[in-house]
């Protein structure tokens, strides 16, 4: 399975950005998809997830919820990430993943995908 992130940009603040996750491999409907973020100075974070096995169940950290929406679409073997009200604090690497279930714990996901940057600057 390999995981392809895109669509990280620079943006201002209250702008909106989405995200993509382009996965490889014919069980992609199978796997919980999270997707993770990495500050500089600062250690990786779980920002949001989508449980897998047709469930669709969404999960996100307090620090987005609300603006943040996470979705899969299945018949492009992609999963997304849709952010909207930009912060400045939401300046990141962002990495997607891809695990048997969906967690908050960065250990638990096997796949991940390369990372692309979201710089929020006026």
């Known amino acids: 399975v390999q995981l392809q992130a895109s669509g990280g940009g620079l943006v201002q603040p209250g702008d909106s950005l989405r995200l993509s996750c382009a996965v490889s491999?014919?069980?992609?409907?199978?796997?919980?998809m999270g997707w993770f973020r990495q500050a500089p100075g600062k250690e990786r974070e779980f920002v949001a997830a989508i449980a897998g096995w047709g469930d669709g169940t969404t999960h996100y950290a307090d620090s987005v919820k609300g603006r943040f929406t996470t979705s899969r679409d299945i018949a492009k073997n992609t999963v997304y990430l849709q952010m909207n009200s930009l912060k400045p604090e939401d300046t990141a690497v962002y990495y997607c993943a891809g695990g048997s279930s969906w967690s908050l714990r960065i250990g638990n996901y096997d796949y991940w995908g390369q990372g692309t940057l979201v710089t929020v600057s006026s």
């Open positions: 491999g014919r069980t992609f409907s199978r796997y919980a």
